[in-house]
Structure formats: structure tokens, C-alpha cells
């Protein structure tokens, strides 16, 4: 009974206490308590499977146990372990499948038949076990054909044997059921075999014609389920499909229009479409509303055969869909619109119907729409109403006021038409309407409204500048925008000297505020004078966070023309007040006139002006991650024209590149750090160029390319221009790298693909130049390949964080036309793209490397990511790779350097704690031993060894410390964890029985 | 996976629930009557699945009572539907002809029943004497003191 409670309601902490007790139960006598036993287990692996790693062997024991129950029990948790990780447990494939014969044969006792079907329950459960085992295999699927056939085969029979006994005839049917939709799962989810699929598809078959309601269902799921793998199936049930489509049942209709859904293609998708939208409007639940909606949204935009009916198709989805859709349909609607396709004449058509379609729309009366739907509108209205020709821009603003006007219009939407009606002003010769309204609203209450307004009212006094502010169908071309904020310095200057704190960066200020708290911890009774030093310093950074970075680039400026490409599409810019921004910043940056003006703004509109620089602070964070975004691409094409000035010229952009993100994350003196690094570089240049002959010597056969390179860089050393810095460093970067991949090379030198691989390599190595001088960081693992590409990543332990860089390599040599890198999101995982690190110093167009930054979203000991590459080469189309990286937690632990004192009151700060002993192996039953292999493996930080016993700390990325406090007795460790996270401590336990068990 | 485990009766009042995934407590009325209407408003002819939510319903009606369990989508309709009836017969064996009453008066019989039964969300035995072996012993000695 104990172990019953124990398996249902337990605490984590308590397992190391009683776990001792329950894998003494596993041998106990009676099934009974070995089953509970193994069911208490099982609960353990659920809720920390860390703990009860080491007892695996248990687990396999139980699996052979010779009660059925018992086995049965320890079917979930392999269940669950397959589940996690599949490929471990190929081995047991064998035992299932032996397992599963005994129990379809027959074998097992009377008692557990259900009906006179063996142990069905446990029959799924074998059979979801092989599904996962088998998925994508041919190897371990082989092994299952076999007892599939028989299952299936035996699943059949058995109904129409007992077919005569009309009692239970049912109730067989159903479990039998039951167990042959499993069957056909698996089927279909292992690696196929003709014979067996044709049996499936039968089955399947007979489901889907079964009058039995509940059968019908299955049936239908099965089918939806296979026709991904083969479409034809569904052909050979039309006619039943459409049945089922017109079934009374919601619930059968529904299954249907999902299956149906899997099945569209660019021929049925009218007819499709349109029996989802009718489904669609019967039904009143939200959850199936947006889940139908996006669905619909999906297909029209993938498969629309026309302008009319997709500009219908999109209407009646918002119109439906109201405010409870996905945020990303109206957003991929628009951009649609604004991007269009690749002929100009049918995206003019597009755009005319949408337009016109809207303002038939909005002339009806009394109609109310949602103010998703009207702000989509309105956003259309205002690029493309100049494609009318019959209605003048100022009936369409007459319309817009209308709506803004009116009370039903939420305060969000009035700022999406408010924005429309701005855009329509320059074409309006005369409005009376534009001047009411804005009499109207720079009195609103609303200050978002009143900024608005404000900006229509000063940018109509200045026409000529509306007219290039918002010129005519340009939502998506470039704009120039100064990104370095550089107007706002003589602001910044003014604030300063007025007595305003200089801006810190987030990192700063969060050190501080740390170094203050542990101030606290050690005299609680400082409080008063800690706090309000700190508020004083925080309270300025709201508007000078935008000005920092321009002080920043106020540096570089001397370098570079301060041009970036910005992504023009509004939308990208969040929902509300899309306009105003781009406004904002179009006005202060494109020319000179502006400046003035906005400042005028700024003042008069004392409640704007938080907001506005609010506004652009956030913009600049936007920015900065757009810039993030374009950058990788940017320097590739520059890199790609490999003239000397071009190479030295990127090398100063990436270089800026980088240091501006850093500005963001890292400590400023890094930055001031790597501008040191070209000149120590160039005072050792002669050094540079001996060794560089001397690999020129020995690389000679290695191709061309990295003898351009080399020489090219030595010209440069010598043509002492101005670019003579970036190109030291740049060359320092190879002779720097080359020393450590030498070895590489000459294992290449015997493979046929010497030349791209070398060249690959270098480029390589000298892109991880800047962060390997600083960090530590892995070997390079190629992470999946196929024919024409490689992609290799390798980790790099960053003190602030983890940086995974993959890079991928054409084999052959070919120009890598575009790659593009996607990490699919997980849920433990924040990941931030990086750009800067791209070096497009050789070959770029056969390498593209991408960078992320890896953050842990909360503790867990081995994680995946994973994701794709989609590439395309010189003249092929483009193909997708997947490939995934292991990570564990050691990736992220960092030493955390604190003193004793605060040791003590840290570790009395934290709650959670855990303790273990380890048992250490012969060679290292010493303290030091220990020490250094904890030291060494899990980056620990030794803050104090007294005697025999030891004080560790480390902290988990971003900041999560653990303390650990361990002592030697004998060969025995005891280990003590206490961090104030509650599930760090277990994991980080794990990890240091590992590493005592590997050493 | 199983998420919940509900015995309704048609008025609406809920017999016994057992929730394998953590619900707040104020929700679970609220979820309940939700699922109950769902399961009501549905004819015999019409299936013995609904899709809630992000989530299935699965029931079955035995006389005036429902039982109804919450399953995510990863688990096999046909098999949940069945063991429901596994259930009601090792209810019938215990109790021999179980109805209502039984339920209400004997919650703590029921209760160690399904516990033998699901664990954890997943089914973890199905036979019948070995479900009630563990409530005979304790019958017996209750009798025995």
C-alpha cells in the first residue's frame, strides 16, 4: 500500500531517502509488491529521471521478470525512455517483439484475457513501443514484420471466428479494434514493407466503411494519419470521404475536413476551402474557430488559383476569425500583398481587387467587423488606394473617418486607420476632412492618438517632405536610415551636462545592482543607503539607452558611411503604431530639414516625448536585431568581390558588427580590447609573413585559393594602404589558425576533396580567430552531410553565454548560392542569432557560417537542437538538411568566482538542497585528485579547501548559482548541492557521478 | 496519456474525479461542467469521441451515469473506450451489480480501484483478480478486527 502512495503522490526531495527501500522491493517474492515497486520507479524517472539513472539494469530485469505484471509495469518507463531517445534501445527491439508473440500466441495465463483477447491493453503498449523503435530504421523494422503480420493476422481471424457468438462479438470487435487502428499505426510509422501495408490499408478500409459510428472515427484518424505516405489511398475511399463530410455527427466532419486538409492540393482547393468555411461558421467554439481559421489562412495562401477568390477566401476568414486568430495571419496576408509575386502586373491586380473589395466592404452599413479585419484593412487602403481610378484618396479618407469616428472601433485599430489616413494625405489635393480630423484628435485623450495627429498636422505644413516621407507604393523597398541615432547626440550632450548619469548597459547596471545585493546579504541592516544610490542611477537609462549607441557608433562612424539596409515592411515593426515609427525615424533621419522639426515636436508635446524616445528605444532593439539579421547576408556579398579594398572594407564592417552587439551583452573593455588586437598584430607582421612562406611552402599543392590568399594579404602588408590594419589582422588570423590545423590538413591531403576542405577549413579557423582567443571551444563535428555540402558546428564556452556555430561547406567546391540556417524552437532553449562573427575572408561563396548564442531556459541534463539547412547551389533547386547538436548541461556551467564569506551567506540563502554520496574510483580516492577532475570536467570553482572538505561554486548560464560543499571519507564522497534553483542541484549531481564513474 | 478521470451522473453532479495532470482546483468545476454539457448535448448515434479543447473526451453512459476521461491526442480512442468498460466490470465484480449507490457510499473502494488500474495517467493493469487482490485483503481485515 506504502508504495502505491509512494507512487502517486512524492516529493522529489525525498528519493534519495527511500530510494534504497523500493530497489529492495524489486526482489522481493511477491509480483505484487515487485509490480508496485517497479510503478514507483517508474513515477521516480517521471518527476527527476536523473536519480534513478543508475538502476537502469533494474529496469531490464524487470522486463524478464516471469509475472506478466510486472513486465507490464516496466513497459511504461521503456515507453517513456524510447520515447526521449529511440535510438538507444535498439537492442531490446528483440525482447519486445519476443514478448509481443507470447502474448499474441496465446502464453500468457487465462486470467489476463479480456474477452478471449490476450492482454490487449498490454498489446498496444508493445505495439506503440515498436512504433517508435522502428520509425525510419529498416533495420529494426525488419525485425517486427513478422509478429505485425501475425498480430494483424490474429486480429482478424479472432473476430470472425467468434463472429458466431453475438455476445460478445461486440465487445471483441471493439478491443480488436482497438488493437489493429495500433497495428496500423505502427505499420505506417515504421519503415515500410509493401505486403504489410497492403494488410493495413485493407484494415483500414473496413474501418472506414464500419457502420459503427465509433469505428467510422478511427478510421477516418487512421486514414489522415497514412495519407501522408500514400495519397492514393484516399482515392480508393472518395466516395465514403464524402459521406462523411455531410455525416450529422460535427465530430466525424470535422476528422474529415482534416483529412481532407492533408490532401489539398492546388486543383481541389476551392472546393475544400469552401466546405471548411461552411463547417466553419456553424461551429461556435473558439478553439476550433482558430484552429480551422489558420488552416484555411494556410491553404489559400499556399495553393490560391486565383486574385478574386483568395482576396474572398481571405475575407471570410477575417470576417470568421475575428479577434481570435493567430496575430501571423494577417501579417503573412499583408506581406503577401506588399511583396507580391513575381509578375508586377498580377500583384497591381492583386492589390486593385483587395482595395476594391474593402471599400464595397466598408460602404455597407451597419455591419460590424473585427478589428483585426479593419486593421488590415485599413493598412491596405492606405498603400494601394492610389490604384483607383474612379474614387479620389479623399473619399477614402472619408470613409476611414467614418470608422474612426466611431465607438465600436477599438483605440489600437483607430491608430492603424489614423496611420492610413497620414499616408493618404499627400495625394489628397484638399481635405477639409484630413483638418477636422486632426483638430479632432490632437485633443484626444488618448496619447497615442494625439502624437498621431500631432505628426499629420506638422508633416502636412511641410508637403514637400510628406511627399518623400511617404512616397507611393514603397512599403517594401529599402529604407536609409541612420541607425547610430546620431541626431540625438547634441540631446544626449545637453542631458549631461544638465547633470543626467551617463548611460550604462544592461549588463552594467545588473552587476551593480548584484554587487549590491550581495551587499545586502551581508548586512541586512544597510538597506536604506544601497537602495537609493541604485534608483537615482536607474532612473535616466530609458533615454539614454538610444543615445549610448550612438555615442558608440559615434566612434566608428570615422570608418564607415553609417548605411544599413533596413527590412522596410511595416508590419515587422509590431502591431500598433507601426507607422509612427517608421515616421519618427524616417523624419530625424533621412536629411537634415527633419531634425528640427521632430525636436519641435518633442518639446511642445511634453506627454510624447517619454513616450517617443520610448518608442525609439525600442526601435533601436528592433534594429539592432534586423541589423543582426541582414548582417550575415551583407557580408557575404562583400566578401564574395575579392578585390583587396572590398576585403579589407568588410573586414572593418563585420568588425563593427561585432563590437555593437557586444556593446549590448558584453563589458565595453572587451571591446576597446579587440581594437588593440590589429596593432599588436601589425607589429608582429614579419614574424607573419616568414611563416607565411613557410605554409605556402608546404601547402603548395593544396590548391589555388589559399595561395591567393596568402598572397594577396602579404601585397596588402606591403601596399601599406589604408586598409592595412583590418588585413593584418585578418592575416594574423590565418598564420594564427593554420599552426593548430595542420595536422587536419595533412589527413586531408589523402582524401580527393583536398582543396575545398583545406580552404574550408582555413575560413573556418579564421572566423573562430576573435573567439577562441578569448574562450574555449570545441573541436569541430561535422553534424551532418550529403553529397555536395558538409555542415560542421562547434561550441563555444563564452563566459556569458554559449555560442553554437555551424558552418556549412560545399564539398565540391561550387558557389554555395544561398543558405539559410533554422533552428527549430524547443522549449528549453532561448537561442539569438549572431552574426557578427562571419569572417568573408576566402571563399565565401562555398561557406556560410552562421552563429547562435545559446541561453538555457531552465535546467535539464542533455538537450537537442536541432534544425535545417536550406541551401541551393550554382544551378540547382534548393534542398533541405537536417541535423541536430547535442548539448548538456556542462555546456553551460561556469565557474563562479566568489570568495569564502560569501560562500557562507549564499549558501544560506539557498533552499534547495540535495545530498549524495559518490563513490570515487581507487585512482582518485584523494581529495586533490577528486578536486581536479571535478575542477577540470564540470568547470567548478574551488573557493576553499579546509582538510578534508571542500567548497565548490559554479553558476548555471545566465545566473543561476549552485554551491557545493563535499567531503572525502575513505573512497567515498559526499557531496552537498544548494543552489536557488530546485532542479539544478539534481542534475548537476548526475553530472558529477558521471564524471567520478568515467574517471 | 490519460488526464482525467470523471464519473458524472446526468444531472450533472459529479461522482468521482480524478485528475492525473495538475488542475486548479476553482477550474476543475468549471471543466467539468463543460465536459459533462459536451457529453449531454450528444445522441447515441453520434460518436464516442469529442474532441475538447486541445484535448479528447472519451465516454461511455451506463444507465444514468457517464464516465467520462480526458485523454491528450497521443492515445489510442478505441483502447481508452474499452478499458472504460474494463472498469465498470471489476466495479461489477466488487460490488456485484454496481450502481450508483455504490459509488457514492464506497468512494474509497472506488478510489483504490482505479488506482490499481491507472497510475500516472497510463493504464497499468487490466486484469480483474489482480485489481480487486489488494481491496480483498484489506476487506478481510477489516473483518477479522
Redesign the interface.
Known amino acids: 500500500m506504502a508504495l502505491t502512495v509512494v507512487s502517486q503522490i512524492f516529493p522529489r526531495e525525498m528519493i534519495p531517502a527511500v530510494l534504497p527501500l523500493i530497489e529492495d522491493k524489486l526482489q522481493h517474492s511477491k509480483e505484487i509488491i515487485r509490480r508496485k515497486a517497479v510503478l514507483a520507479l517508474y513515477k521516480f524517472h517521471l518527476i527527476a529521471p536523473n536519480q534513478v539513472q543508475h538502476i537502469h539494469i533494474k529496469f531490464r530485469k524487470a522486463l524478464c521478470d516471469r509475472d506478466v505484471g510486472v513486465m507490464a509495469a516496466s513497459l511504461h518507463i521503456y515507453f517513456r525512455m524510447i520515447k526521449e531517445n529511440s535510438s538507444g534501445y535498439k537492442d531490446l527491439t528483440g525482447s519486445f517483439v519476443t514478448i509481443l508473440k507470447q502474448v499474441v500466441g496465446g502464453k500468457l495465463p487465462v486470467d489476463f484475457n479480456y474477452h478471449s483477447v490476450p492482454a490487449p491493453w498490454l498489446q498496444i503498449q508493445l505495439l506503440r513501443i515498436l512504433g517508435l523503435l522502428g520509425k525510419d530504421d529498416q533495420r529494426t523494422s525488419e525485425l517486427m514484420y513478422d509478429v505485425l503480420d501475425e498480430s494483424l493476422r490474429r486480429a482478424e481471424l479472432n473476430h470472425n471466428v467468434t463472429y458466431g457468438n453475438i455476445c460478445t462479438w461486440f465487445k471483441i470487435q471493439k478491443v480488436q479494434k482497438a488493437i489493429l487502428f495500433e497495428c496500423v499505426h505502427t505499420v505506417y510509422s515504421i519503415y515500410p514493407k509493401s505486403e504489410l501495408l497492403e494488410k493495413a490499408a485493407k484494415c483500414i478500409g473496413k474501418f472506414v466503411l464500419s457502420p459503427k459510428i465509433n469505428l467510422k472515427y478511427l478510421g477516418l484518424k487512421a486514414l489522415t494519419y497514412v495519407i501522408q505516405q500514400d495519397p492514393t489511398l484516399a482515392l480508393q475511399h472518395q466516395m465514403t470521404i464524402i459521406e462523411c463530410l455531410d455525416h450529422p455527427d460535427p465530430i466525424i466532419k470535422r476528422e474529415t475536413l482534416e483529412l481532407l486538409y492533408r490532401i489539398t492540393n492546388a486543383q481541389n482547393i476551392t472546393v475544400i476551402v469552401q466546405k471548411m468555411l461552411e463547417y466553419l461558421q456553424q461551429s461556435k467554439e473558439e478553439y476550433i474557430i482558430v484552429n480551422l481559421v489558420g488552416k484555411i489562412a494556410e491553404l489559400a495562401e499556399k495553393y490560391a488559383p486565383d486574385n478574386a477568390w483568395f482576396i474572398q477566401t481571405m475575407n471570410a476568414v477575417f470576417s470568421v476569425g475575428g479577434d481570435v486568430m493567430h496575430p501571423d495571419i494577417p501579417n503573412n496576408f499583408l506581406r503577401l500583398l506588399a511583396e507580391g509575386f513575381d509578375d508586377e502586373t498580377e500583384d497591381q491586380q492583386l492589390r486593385l481587387y483587395a482595395v476594391q473589395s474593402y471599400l464595397t466592404l466598408l460602404d455597407a452599413e451597419n455591419v460590424f467587423y473585427p478589428q483585426k479585419f479593419l486593421q488590415v484593412m485599413s493598412w491596405v487602403l492606405g498603400e494601394y488606394a492610389y490604384l483607383l481610378d474612379k474614387e479620389t484618396p479623399e473619399e477614402v479618407i472619408t470613409k476611414l473617418y467614418k470608422l474612426l469616428t466611431s465607438d465600436l472601433v477599438s483605440s489600437e485599430t483607430k491608430a492603424w486607420l489614423l496611420a492610413a489616413v497620414t499616408k493618404l494625405t499627400p495625394r489628397a489635393h484638399s481635405s477639409n476632412v484630413v483638418e477636422r480630423l486632426i483638430q479632432e484628435f490632437t485633443v484626444s485623450l488618448d496619447t497615442c492618438m494625439r502624437q498621431h495627429a500631432f505628426e499629420l498636422k506638422h508633416l502636412r505644413e511641410n508637403v514637400e517632405l510628406m511627399k518623400s516621407l511617404l512616397p507611393v507604393d514603397k512599403s517594401c523597398e529599402d529604407l536609409v536610415v541612420d541607425t547610430s541615432l546620431s541626431f540625438l547626440d547634441g540631446f544626449v550632450a545637453e542631458e549631461l551636462s544638465q547633470g543626467a548619469a551617463p548611460y550604462k548597459p544592461h549588463h552594467q547596471r545588473q552587476e551593480e545592482k548584484l554587487s549590491q545585493e550581495k551587499v545586502l546579504n551581508f548586512e541586512p541592516y544597510g538597506l536604506s543607503f544601497s537602495s537609493s544610490g541604485f534608483t537615482g542611477r536607474q532612473s535616466p537609462a530609458g533615454i539614454s539607452l538610444g543615445s549610448d549607441v550612438s555615442g558608440n557608433s559615434a566612434e566608428t562612424a570615422l570608418k564607415e558611411t553609417n548605411s544599413l539596409k533596413l527590412d522596410g515592411i511595416k508590419k515587422l515593426w509590431g502591431k500598433e503604431g507601426y507607422l509612427p515609427k517608421k515616421e519618427g525615424k524616417a523624419g530625424d533621419e533621412t536629411e537634415a530639414p527633419p531634425v528640427p522639426q521632430e525636436s519641435i515636436i518633442m518639446e511642445s508635446v511634453d506627454q510624447t516625448i517619454v513616450k517617443k524616445d520610448q518608442s525609439q528605444v525600442l526601435t533601436q532593439s528592433k534594429e539592432e536585431k534586423e541589423k543582426q539579421l541582414l548582417a550575415s547576408s551583407l557580408f557575404v556579398g562583400l566578401g564574395s568581390e575579392s578585390t583587396i579594398n572590398l576585403l579589407g572594407k568588410a573586414d572593418t564592417v563585420s568588425h563593427k558588427f561585432r563590437r555593437k552587439s557586444k556593446v549590448k551583452e558584453t563589458k565595453s573593455g572587451e571591446t576597446t580590447s579587440t581594437q588593440n588586437m590589429p596593432c599588436s598584430y601589425f607589429s608582429s607582421s614579419s614574424d607573419v609573413t616568414y611563416e607565411d612562406d613557410y605554409y605556402l611552402d608546404t601547402l603548395q599543392d593544396r590548391g589555388d585559393k589559399e595561395l591567393n590568399k596568402f598572397s594577396l594579404s602579404s601585397e596588402l602588408l606591403d601596399s601599406e594602404s589604408l586598409t592595412e590594419l583590418p588585413s593584418a589582422e585578418k592575416l594574423s588570423s590565418c598564420t594564427e589558425s593554420t599552426p593548430s590545423l595542420f595536422t587536419d590538413n595533412m589527413e586531408g591531403l589523402h582524401t580527393p576533396s583536398t582543396v575545398a576542405s583545406v580552404a574550408n577549413e582555413i575560413s573556418l579557423a579564421s572566423s573562430l580567430l576573435e573567439e577562441t582567443s578569448e574562450h574555449m571551444h570545441s573541436d569541430l563535428v561535422e553534424v551532418c552531410d550529403n553529397e555536395t555540402i558538409s555542415v560542421s558546428s562547434y561550441k563555444i564556452w563564452k563566459d556569458d553565454c554559449l555560442m553554437v556555430t555551424w558552418s556549412v561547406s560545399s564539398k565540391s567546391g561550387l558557389e554555395l548560392k544561398s543558405a539559410n540556417l533554422e533552428i527549430s524552437p524547443t522549449e528549453n532553449f532561448k537561442i539569438t542569432e549572431q552574426p557578427g562573427c562571419c569572417l568573408p575572408v576566402i571563399e565565401t561563396e562555398s561557406i556560410k557560417t552562421f552563429q547562435y548564442s545559446v541561453q538555457m531556459e531552465k535546467p535539464f541534463t542533455e538537450g537537442n537542437l536541432s534544425g535545417f539547412i536550406n541551401y541551393q547551389m550554382m544551378d540547382t533547386h534548393s534542398v533541405q538538411l537536417e541535423f541536430s547538436v547535442n548539448l548538456s548541461l556542462l555546456d553551460f556551467i561556469r565557474p563562479l568566482k566568489i570568495s569564502t564569506e560569501n560562500f557562507g551567506s549564499l549558501w544560506l540563502s539557498f533552499a534547495n538542497d540535495v545530498k549524495q554520496n559518490v563513490k570515487m574510483s581507487e585512482s582518485q580516492a584523494a581529495l586533490p585528485s577528486a578536486l581536479k577532475t571535478l575542477q577540470q570536467k564540470l568547470r567548478l570553482h574551488v573557493v576553499e579547501i579546509i582538510g578534508n572538505e571542500g567548497l565548490l561554486a559554479c553558476q548555471l548560464l545566465p545566473s543561476i548559482p549552485c554551491l557545493v560543499h563535499f567531503r572525502v571519507h575513505g573512497d567515498v564522497l559526499a557531496l552537498w548541492f544548494r543552489s536557488s534553483c530546485s532542479t539544478l542541484p539534481d542534475y548537476l549531481l548526475y553530472q558529477c557521478q558521471k564524471v567520478m564513474e568515467e574517471s | 496519456m490519460i488526464k482525467f478521470f470523471l464519473m458524472v451522473n446526468k444531472q450533472g453532479q459529479t461522482r468521482l474525479s480524478k485528475y492525473y495532470e495538475h488542475v486548479e482546483i476553482s477550474k476543475r468545476t468549471l471543466l467539468e461542467t463543460e465536459v459533462i454539457k459536451s457529453c449531454l448535448s450528444r445522441s447515441n448515434?453520434?460518436?464516442?469521441?469529442?474532441?475538447f479543447?486541445?484535448f479528447k473526451l472519451i465516454y461511455r453512459q451506463y444507465a444514468a451515469l457517464f464516465i467520462v476521461v480526458g485523454v491528450n491526442d497521443t492515445e489510442?480512442?478505441?483502447?481508452i473506450?474499452?478499458?472504460i468498460?474494463?472498469f465498470v466490470e471489476v466495479l461489477d465484480e466488487y460490488f456485484s451489480r454496481v450502481s450508483e449507490l455504490d459509488i457514492m457510499f464506497n468512494l474509497d473502494k472506488v478510489h483504490i480501484i482505479l488506482?490499481?488500474m491507472v497510475?500516472?495517467g497510463?493504464?497499468?493493469?487490466?486484469?480483474?483478480?489482480?485489481i480487486l487482490?489488494?481491496l480483498l485483503i484489506l476487506d478481510k481485515m477489516s473483518e477479522s478486527i
Open positions: 448515434e453520434q460518436c464516442s469521441f469529442i474532441e479543447k486541445d489510442n480512442e478505441m483502447a473506450y474499452e478499458f468498460h474494463n488506482d490499481e497510475l500516472n497510463c493504464i497499468v493493469e487490466t486484469n480483474r483478480a489482480r487482490a489488494p
